[in-house]
């Protein structure tokens, strides 16, 4: 049997996506695990955590070896043990005899310095910069007028905060627990040290804000889920348009976000050239996810967030490698059975592959 382990840092948390892996796994011939990477032996390389036993229909504590396959949902914090939780997995990345269903994407600065580099993905990229001080912030503040401060690492929109040049005032926003959050600066010096104590905490890049607000004055980006298939090959699961608060910041599901089918977004949208949308996505999607393997690492799933901006202009907001289900469980929900499959069927399918190690990580 094909043996598969699911890291995560909590593994004794229920989650309904990893119960129903395991229960389409025995028609795979396939055996799953599920742990965290802190729970390796490092004297026995043996692991403490969980497996799906199949006869009980139940997760139940065993200790085991390492599984062949590996499949990351880990989510990685500011603390000592998301770090040490991560230098393990890097170290899993770089054994020979163990292969991940995908090994993942650099942060976001990384990937926007490699994907401007080519021609045909470069254009759909905001321009982006390092906040490297107060006043680079203001400088990028003052030609824009409106900007966004993004962390170099992280998803579901935490940290991001808002900036925006009225007359001679700046006025922040950001989104903590849902709740809107708003700050305002009459001095530019005393902003300056608000955002000294900002950059200390993280590394943050700066984007011109993009004019994604909809006839409700609520921001709107299209969430797109890809996944490889059983013959290892790209293909769309599903879409989705996300829509944040009235005159809010986000478009992340974790913030509130509203959830609704592209369709049905078609339909009401009407101002919008639907044709030439479609065909400018579709041409996206067919040069990215290959792109980023060959620029970094093997890849098994994606979530992509586009902008479609007013002017019909579409923008590459964000690329996850560990992405969410929301937008199927929500829009599809009979599409789901496929997502419980997916991970099993391109593991299947990598048992066929000869193995190949992956490096520099």
Same mark, same amino acid.
């Given at each position: 049997?094909?043996?598969?382990?699911?890291?995560t840092?909590?593994p004794?948390?229920?989650?309904?996506?990893?119960?129903?892996?395991?229960?389409?796994a025995?028609?795979?011939?396939?055996?799953?695990?599920?742990?965290?990477?802190?729970? $390796?032996?490092?004297n026995?390389?043996? &692991?403490n955590?969980?497996?799906y036993?199949? =006869?009980?229909?139940?997760?139940?504590?065993?200790?085991?070896?390492? @599984?062949?396959?590996?499949?990351?949902?880990?989510?990685?914090?500011?603390?000592?043990?998301?770090?040490?939780?991560?230098?393990?997995?890097?170290?899993?990345?770089?054994?020979?005899? %163990?292969?991940?269903?995908?090994?993942?994407?650099?942060?976001?600065w990384?990937?926007?310095?490699?994907?401007i580099?080519?021609?045909?993905?470069? @254009?759909?990229?905001?321009?982006?910069?390092?906040?490297s001080?107060?006043?680079? &912030? %203001?400088? =990028?503040?003052?030609?824009?007028?409106e900007? $966004?401060?993004? @962390?170099?690492?992280?998803?579901?929109?935490?940290?991001?905060?808002?900036?925006?040049?009225?007359?001679?005032?700046?006025?922040?926003?950001?989104?903590?627990?849902?709740?809107?959050?708003?700050?305002t600066?009459?001095?530019?010096?005393?902003?300056?040290?608000?955002?000294?104590?900002?950059?200390?905490?993280?590394?943050?890049?700066?984007?011109?804000?993009?004019?994604? %607000?909809?006839?409700d004055?609520?921001?709107?980006? #299209?969430r797109?889920? #890809?996944?490889?298939d059983?013959?290892?090959?790209?293909?769309?699961?599903?879409?989705a348009?996300?829509?944040?608060?009235k005159?809010?910041?986000?478009t992340?599901?974790?913030?509130?976000?509203?959830?609704?089918?592209?369709?049905?977004?078609?339909?009401?949208?009407?101002?919008?050239n639907?044709?030439?949308?479609?065909s400018?996505?579709?041409?996206?999607?067919?040069?990215l @996810?290959?792109?980023? =393997?060959?620029?970094?690492?093997?890849?098994?799933?994606?979530?992509?967030d $586009?902008?479609?901006?007013?002017?019909?202009s579409i923008?590459?907001?964000?690329?996850?490698?560990?992405?969410?289900?929301?937008?199927?469980?929500l829009?599809n929900?009979d599409d789901?059975?496929?997502?419980?499959?997916?991970?099993?069927?391109?593991?299947?399918y990598?048992?066929?592959?000869?193995?190949?190690?992956?490096?520099?990580?």
């Open positions: 049997m094909i043996t598969l382990g699911i890291l840092l909590i004794h948390e229920n989650n309904a996506y990893f119960d129903e892996i395991a229960k389409h025995n028609q795979y011939k396939i055996k799953v695990y599920l742990f965290s990477p802190l729970a $390796i032996n490092p026995t390389l043996l &692991v955590g969980l497996q036993d199949n =006869e009980l229909q139940k997760w139940i504590n065993s200790d085991y070896p390492i @599984p062949e396959f590996l499949y990351d949902r880990c989510f990685y914090g500011e603390d000592r043990k998301s770090t040490e939780a991560g230098a393990i997995v890097s170290w899993l990345k770089a054994r020979k005899d %163990i292969t991940f269903l995908g090994y993942g994407l650099p942060n976001k990384r990937i926007y310095e490699t994907l580099k080519c021609p045909e993905i470069a @254009p759909y990229l905001p321009i982006t910069k390092k906040a001080s107060p006043e680079k &912030v %203001i400088a =990028e503040l003052r030609q824009h007028n900007i $966004i401060l993004k @962390p170099i690492n992280g998803a579901h929109g935490y940290a991001v905060y808002g900036l925006k040049l009225v007359d001679n005032t700046i006025k922040i926003q950001t989104t903590k627990q849902k709740n809107l959050i708003e700050k600066f009459t001095n530019h010096e005393q902003a300056k040290i608000w955002l000294e104590k900002l950059l200390t905490k993280q590394i943050f890049l700066i984007q011109p804000r993009l004019d994604n %607000i909809n006839k004055g609520s921001p709107f980006d #299209l797109l889920l #890809l996944q490889k059983e013959n290892g090959n790209w293909c769309e699961r599903g879409r348009i996300r829509t944040g608060c005159d809010g910041l986000l992340n599901i974790s913030a509130g976000a509203s959830v609704s089918s592209y369709e049905s977004w078609c339909s009401e949208a009407t101002h919008f639907h044709y030439y949308l479609k400018e996505i579709l041409d996206l999607l067919s040069i @996810p290959t792109q980023l =393997e060959s620029m970094f690492h093997p890849l098994f799933e994606l979530g992509i $586009i902008i479609i901006a007013k002017d019909q923008w590459i907001l964000d690329i996850n490698s560990k992405p969410g289900r929301k937008i199927i469980s829009t929900p789901m059975e496929a997502l419980y499959e997916a991970p099993l069927a391109y593991c299947q990598l048992s066929t592959k000869i193995k190949t190690p992956i490096e520099d990580f």
